[in-house]
DNA sequence: ACAGTTATTGTACATCGTCCAGATTTGCGG
DNA sequence: CCGCAAATCTGGACGATGTACAATAACTGT
């Protein structure tokens, strides 16, 4: 599993990339969104704020790290459940991704921002996706629904986080409305797409 | 319906409010969201960037302003049509959100990150409200239902301003699922939050 | 006419992302 | 073993940003 290293002259670094997003998170979680600043990453780590372009092309592109680590922590919780209910399966993917989201303020914009290709991000909506299928959906409409839960879970949460009013129990409820209303399409099961 | 102005002292101001919010919002169609910029609006309406802080105390009430306004323009184009079906109304209501935010780009996230108390926020929250009543929902449910409505119409065009792969067929499938829902919830009408 | 209040401007400061030029360190081919 | 090319890092700088401060000009009520 270890990259295959194109062995490149030079002197070795001081760092890791890694090391580079894990302050960028600490930066996230103790100061929040506005304040993970590439001079704030670059001394929190001891380097010069310019070293930081030896590891990131630019700030969006650690941003697009920072947003991927975040859904990894996330599909690391979610491993070995797949004999309960698809109801339940989808309701502890949202809990987590959630719990995760709130957790460190301002990620949900990260999320919003990059738009959802890295692989831990794939990895999720596959995850979402056995279980939509499982939920007896095909797959175009799996796919849809998949998208719909995405749709749901951040905009709550980035809804959420500008006004701390709404709280888990509205949640919840929408995510019932929305997983009912999953339901019923998977029981008629007809035309996709179409209908009136 | 004019303000009684309460006449005070000083030279009269070279502009309105609302001069710099139709700056702001030319910047935002023409530039988009990043371009959204003290001295660009200052420029753009010929004064000094500080004398902006004579009509809002900092940027963020500018953005706010701007946030208001975006949405009055959907609250005017949805006036006189209360006779039509609820799912109808929540379609269109729906349908020219979108279409607004989608008009400018980035404008979302000036919703997503301005809370949503605005007058006319609050007006396209009651309009909003109104229908699902209308739909069979006490009030609790309607007010819940308005909240996931909104998650949904904001998040959807969040990802989809991100990610242009998403398409307008996808929007009105997962719109469609969750009024399932949300009907579903209507003919049973049983305790509210409480169910496992 | 005078005094108080306000609008606007010029200037300045801190902070940001990022570029550029150098110095330094490393690996590889001769 | 020795230079050459490549890569890392630093110091310094540039332009842009939001916004504070002081001064000036315009206006109102006494």
């Given at each position: 599993m270890?990259?295959?290293?194109?062995?490149?002259?030079?002197?070795?670094?001081?760092?890791?990339?890694?090391a580079i997003?894990?302050?960028?998170?600490?930066?996230?979680?103790?100061?929040?969104?506005?304040?993970?600043?590439?001079r704030g990453i670059a001394a929190r780590v001891g380097i010069a704020?310019?070293?930081?372009?030896?590891?990131?092309?630019?700030?969006?592109?650690?941003?697009?790290?920072l947003a991927e680590q975040l859904l990894g922590r996330v599909h690391d919780n979610q491993e070995g459940d797949s004999s309960s209910p698809w109801r339940d399966r989808v309701h502890a993917l949202a809990r987590d991704l959630?719990?995760?989201?709130?957790?460190?303020?301002?990620s949900v914009y990260l999320l919003l921002g990059s738009s959802l290709d890295g692989r831990n991000a794939q990895a999720i909506g596959a995850a979402l996706l056995t279980i939509l299928t499982d939920a007896g959906?095909?797959?175009?409409?799996?796919?849809d629904a998949a998208h719909l839960l995405n749709v749901y879970i951040l905009g709550s949460v980035a809804l959420?986080?500008?006004d701390p009013a709404t709280?888990?129990?509205?949640?919840?409820?929408g995510?019932?409305?929305?997983?009912?209303?999953?339901?019923?399409?998977?029981?008629?099961?007809?035309?996709?797409?179409g209908s009136a």
């Amino acid at each position: 599993m270890t990259e295959a290293h194109p062995v490149r002259p030079g002197p070795r670094r001081t760092l890791s990339e890694q090391a580079i997003l894990d302050a960028a998170l600490a930066l996230l979680a103790e100061l929040g969104a506005e304040r993970v600043t590439i001079r704030g990453i670059a001394a929190r780590v001891g380097i010069a704020p310019n070293a930081v372009y030896t590891y990131f092309p630019d700030k969006a592109a650690v941003l697009r790290g920072l947003a991927e680590q975040l859904l990894g922590r996330v599909h690391d919780n979610q491993e070995g459940d797949s004999s309960s209910p698809w109801r339940d399966r989808v309701h502890a993917l949202a809990r987590d991704l959630r719990n995760e989201l709130l957790a460190h303020p301002g990620s949900v914009y990260l999320l919003l921002g990059s738009s959802l290709d890295g692989r831990n991000a794939q990895a999720i909506g596959a995850a979402l996706l056995t279980i939509l299928t499982d939920a007896g959906l095909d797959r175009d409409a799996a796919a849809d629904a998949a998208h719909l839960l995405n749709v749901y879970i951040l905009g709550s949460v980035a809804l959420e986080t500008t006004d701390p009013a709404t709280a888990a129990g509205q949640f919840q409820w929408g995510l019932d409305r929305l997983l009912d209303g999953l339901a019923a399409h998977a029981g008629t099961r007809r035309n996709h797409h179409g209908s009136a």
